[in-house]
């Protein structure tokens, strides 16, 4: 049992390590050619970035990672995984934090990091070493999942 947790705790390391180290190239032409289409949108429609659309966004100084905390889409585990990653303690089993430890009883680690009325520090600050990534999932085993927490398994809350 002590080797498969070690096991799981290396492949979690081995995970963040990965979304903090690998880099998609694109080309700086089509860089470009996005950002100038997503510029001239916004001016076209008068669209200023605000405090609610970046509530979601979570930004981890010491990983360099920037994400969309979107709920039902492995977010509890994603949230396990960057809280077992920084508080890197040996005695604490990360892997056996449930739901309810990682939403509630760490809410207040977790606040911290998301972006509000200080948001725009990332844009002056032109950080281009940050890796940005936003996980999907597909829209029904969203909406099942949903169903099964609420009705089904409800029982943490």
Known sequence: MLR????????????INFLVFSHVDLSLLKKNEQKSKSIDYCLKKNVTPS????????????LKIIYCDIPKVASTNLRRLIYGYLTLNPSNSFLNLNRKNIWFDNKNYFNKYYLNKNFQFLF????????????????????YSVYYDKFVNNDIY
């Open 124 to 143: 002056k600050n032109k950080t281009k070493n940050l890796f940005k990534f936003l996980l999907v999932r597909h829209p029904f085993r969203r909406i």
């Open 51 to 62: 405090e609610k659309f970046y509530s979601n966004i979570v930004y981890i100084p010491k």
């Open 4 to 15: 498969r947790r070690r096991l799981i705790y290396l492949l979690c390391l081995i995970f």
